[in-house]
């Protein structure tokens, strides 16, 4: 017995599948109880994969993970990075952004039932933006660990924000097709916006590396710097955040997408299950047993 005073064995559920041994329809039929044609034991219904009641099972796809994972973009995307041994901790913490973002299209964004429905190319192209990044994001850990030589850190620190600015743009520019494709007007303009403000901030980073390797003038670099931080800084949050928006937003449309076809398929199989049950009124089935004929009482008489 369970806590609400029914037990397991006597829940009806109804599965369009037949007794193993008879054919016999167990619709209506409970969970351990027997088939009434045959006495074979009623098993337990069979777990769908994609599916459970119209609700697809999404919890897994990963698509939530690498939406998450694009905030730590904005690190390198700002030019935090160029703040001496500060930036390079959170440079480092931001790393994992990338690599979680390889690890969730990998391991669960493959199996996911969405990813049957997912636009073309989308994954793919994900996955190859997060390894594009994830190997500058462990070129500039490993300068900054002093496996390569010194001279190496600061390529492998703009190579590190080129990649994540191209990763976030990218991205941007991807998703703002898909919802035109979509009909979605509101998600384009704010895909449109991170791609634009991804540009920006690419830029940003780019004059503040020139200005600092030129080093023209003290005071020039320090307000070249600064306003290049802040720029950088607004530009990424609003790219980044429209590319994690975006991810999401992908993945609700697909959601629906599978449960507005499960319910399709599931109203066929029931039309379909309702035309073949459906009697014939024609059809005289015969008696289980035949008539008997009337015993006649002279007969009896001794």
Not at 120 to 138: D, V
Request: glycine share 8%.
């Amino acid at each position: 017995m369970t806590e609400r005073g029914w037990s397991r064995a006597s829940t009806p559920y109804e599965v369009r599948t037949r007794c193993r041994s008879c054919q016999y329809d167990l619709r209506g039929i409970a969970v351990g109880e027997r088939c009434p044609e045959c006495g074979t034991v009623v098993p337990e219904p069979p777990a769908t994969a994609a599916v459970d009641r119209g609700r697809p099972d999404h919890r897994d796809s990963g698509l939530h993970f690498v939406a998450v994972s694009q905030y730590l973009s904005l690190v390198p995307m700002s030019g935090f990075v160029l703040f001496g041994c500060f930036g390079s901790t959170i440079g480092v913490l931001s790393v994992f952004g990338p690599l979680a973002r390889i690890v969730a299209l990998t391991s669960r964004w493959t199996a996911s039932p969405l990813r049957s429905i997912e636009p073309p190319g989308f994954g793919r192209l994900l996955l190859r933006l997060a390894c594009l990044e994830a190997l500058a994001a462990m070129a500039f850990f490993a300068a900054i660990m002093g496996v390569l030589p010194d001279g190496a850190r600061l390529p492998c620190l703009m190579s590190y924000t080129l990649s994540s600015v191209v990763s976030i743009t990218t991205t941007n520019f991807r998703l703002g097709r898909i919802f035109d494709a979509w009909r979605l007007e509101l998600p384009t303009l704010l895909a449109r916006l991170g791609f634009v403000a991804g540009c920006l901030a690419g830029l940003s980073a780019i004059a503040v590396f020139t200005v600092r390797i030129a080093r023209p003038n003290p005071d020039v670099v320090a307000v070249v710097t600064v306003l290049g931080l802040v720029v950088g800084l607004m530009a990424s949050l609003l790219a980044v955040f429209a590319a994690r928006d975006g991810v999401g937003r992908v993945e609700e449309v697909l959601i629906v997408d599978l449960i507005d076809a499960h319910a399709e398929l599931v109203g066929r199989e029931s039309t379909a299950d309702a035309v073949v049950a459906k009697p014939d009124p024609d059809f005289d089935p015969l008696p289980l047993e035949p008539e008997r004929p009337p015993v006649r009482g002279d007969l009896e008489r001794p």
